[in-house]
């Protein structure tokens, strides 16, 4: 499986990113996607995740009203829609994939290189 993250980029406080994971394998609707973070110096945390058919989601709480994670098995992306931006938002995204429908990121077998946002104040 390989994944390939798009979509990041430097945006001020309160606007907005669509970030983009494309994935290369043959079944994509055979995993659960997610979308971590990890900012410089703190350990990479949990954003959002979308089961294999997109039906069942769950975000942390801090993303919780602002974000939105969705998935087109057909084109074998998915998608975080990040709205209302704040400068703490600021980190490396990463998008993984995994068999497993987990919030933990010691379970995703798969990751992209990562994608850069930065929301300046």
């Known amino acids: 499986v390989q994944l390939v993250e798009s979509g990041g980029g430097l945006v001020q406080a309160g606007g907005s990113l669509r970030l983009s994971c494309a994935a290369s394998?043959?079944?994509?609707?055979?995993?659960?996607m997610a979308w971590f973070r990890q900012a410089p110096g703190k350990e990479r945390e949990f954003v959002a995740t979308?089961?294999?058919?997109?039906?069942?989601?769950t975000y942390a709480d801090f993303v919780k009203g602002r974000f939105t994670i969705s998935r087109d098995n057909g084109d074998n992306t998915v998608y975080l829609q990040m709205n209302s931006l704040k400068p703490e938002d600021t980190a490396v995204y990463y998008c993984?994939?995994?068999?497993?429908?987990?919030?933990?990121?010691?379970?995703?077998?798969?990751w992209g290189q990562g994608t850069q946002v930065t929301v300046s104040s």
């Open positions: 993984a994939a995994d068999h497993q429908y987990t919030t933990s990121h010691y379970q995703y077998d798969y």
């Open positions: 394998v043959r079944t994509f609707s055979n995993y659960a």
């Open positions: 979308i089961n294999w058919s997109g039906t069942i989601t």
